[in-house]
Structure formats: C-alpha cells, structure tokens
C-alpha cells in the first residue's frame, strides 16, 4: 500500500525510474558552436541535398562489412547512403562529408549550416 500522496508518489517513481544523465551528455543533441540541435540539422540536410538533386536512401547498412554510409553513384546518379540505424548525430556528419563536396556557393543556407559545412573537420582529413 502506498501512505504518499499522489504527487509524492509521482516524484519518487520518476527518481527511481529516469535513467542518470552525465552532465557531458547534457548538450550531446547539439551541434558544436552552431546552436542547432541534431534533427534540425539532419532536417536541413535533407533539404540542401534535394535542392542539389542528390538522392538520400536510409538503408541497413549491415554484414560482414559494416558502414555508417556515404556518397557513391548508381546508375550515374549521385546517392548518399546513410545507415538507417545510425544515431542522428552519425545521419548527420555523413550527410555532412557528403554534401560539403558540392559547391555550395550560388545556394543560400543559414549562417550556422553553411558554417558546418564549411568548417574543416579532423576526422575528414585522415584517411
């Protein structure tokens, strides 16, 4: 028998219940510097690689070889490929890498999209 009251009792399972969330992973859905979350991001990279006419496929990237995804051609169509079962912020970088190989130039983004794409990344100069 639960003696607490209803908003005691609602408090106390919620404590017990919500998963520890570390202070670094606080800001984890947001872009570094750029002040936009993950998803609105992946939203506007979604919708620059339509208005380049570059085809976006989600698909289970899975087996023995495993990838996150990437730009390639098939049928001399320009594709990206993205694992569907990647986080937001792995949609993200690889449709990052990818589109940052058009020229960008004549297109008009927001400041803090056309910053992320324009900013050089460490992790894609190795290789």
Same mark, same amino acid.
């Given at each position: +028998? &639960? =003696?607490?009251?209803?908003?005691? *009792?609602?408090?106390?399972?919620?404590?017990?219940? #919500?998963?520890?969330?570390?202070? /670094?992973?606080? &800001?984890?859905?947001?872009? #570094?510097? /750029?002040?936009?979350?993950?998803?609105?991001?992946?939203?506007?990279?979604?919708?620059?690689?339509?208005?380049?006419? !570059?085809?976006? =496929?989600?698909?289970?990237?899975?087996?023995?070889?495993?990838?996150?995804?990437?730009?390639? =051609?098939?049928?001399? *169509?320009?594709?990206? +490929? !993205? &694992?569907?079962?990647?986080? !937001? *912020?792995?949609?993200?970088?690889?449709?990052?890498?990818?589109?940052? #190989?058009?020229?960008? /130039?004549?297109?008009?983004?927001?400041?803090?999209? #056309?910053?992320?794409?324009?900013?050089?990344?460490?992790?894609?100069?190795?290789?």
């Amino acid at each position: +028998m &639960n =003696r607490l009251p209803l908003k005691e *009792r609602e408090s106390w399972t919620d404590a017990v219940t #919500r998963p520890t969330v570390k202070p /670094s992973s606080l &800001n984890q859905d947001k872009d #570094r510097g /750029s002040g936009l979350d993950d998803k609105t991001v992946l939203g506007e990279l979604e919708a620059l690689a339509h208005q380049l006419g !570059v085809e976006i =496929r989600y698909e289970a990237l899975t087996g023995e070889i495993f990838s996150p995804g990437g730009m390639c =051609r098939i049928r001399g *169509r320009q594709v990206i +490929m !993205v &694992n569907k079962h990647g986080s !937001v *912020r792995e949609k993200t970088t690889i449709l990052t890498r990818a589109l940052r #190989r058009f020229d960008l /130039s004549g297109i008009y983004l927001k400041p803090a999209l #056309r910053e992320l794409l324009e900013k050089p990344r460490a992790e894609d100069s190795e290789g």
